[in-house]
């Protein structure tokens, strides 16, 4: 299938969910935020809530400082 994820086109295999694509992408996903298609998707989806073709997929990821 193919996404944008972030601006960039990506071709992906085997990849399903939102939890699927952050662990695909070796990211915390404690540590990020999702938004699918200008939407946001809850943290408590993210094992249920599908990755599609033609999805606009962006992720922010948070970084901690002090």
């Known amino acids: 299938m193919q996404i944008q994820l972030n601006g960039e086109s990506r071709v992906l295999e085997g ?11 070796g990211l915390d996903g404690r540590k990020v935020a999702v938004e699918r298609n200008l939407e946001i998707v809850p943290k408590s989806t993210y094992a249920e ?12 990821t948070f970084i901690g400082g002090g």
Request: proline content about 4%.
């Open 15 to 25: 990849v399903d969910t939102i939890a699927g694509l952050i662990a695909h992408l």
């Open 49 to 60: 809530a599908p990755v599609m073709d033609g999805d606009r997929i962006e992720i922010v």
